[in-house]
């Protein structure tokens, strides 16, 4: 992964008021919310079933989810 110097209008606007933002990496699975969805979801079909298919990973996934 590169380090870019890109950049931003936000960036600049936050500076001038007196804040920074620090930016995440993009793939970091630890920092990054879906990923950490996404790993709750998988455990829960895991565990809670013996059949992997479609139908059955969304109904898994919006009882983890509680959509």
Known sequence: M???NTKY??????LMAGH????????????NPFEL???Q???HIKANTCKFNLAEAK???RRVLRW
């Open 37 to 39: 969805a996404w790993v």
């Open 59 to 61: 109904v898994m996934q």
């Open 41 to 43: 979801v998988k455990g």
């Open 2 to 4: 590169a380090i870019t």
């Open 9 to 14: 209008v936000v960036d600049e606007m936050a």
């Open 20 to 31: 920074e933002i620090v930016r995440l990496p993009v793939a970091h699975c630890t920092l």
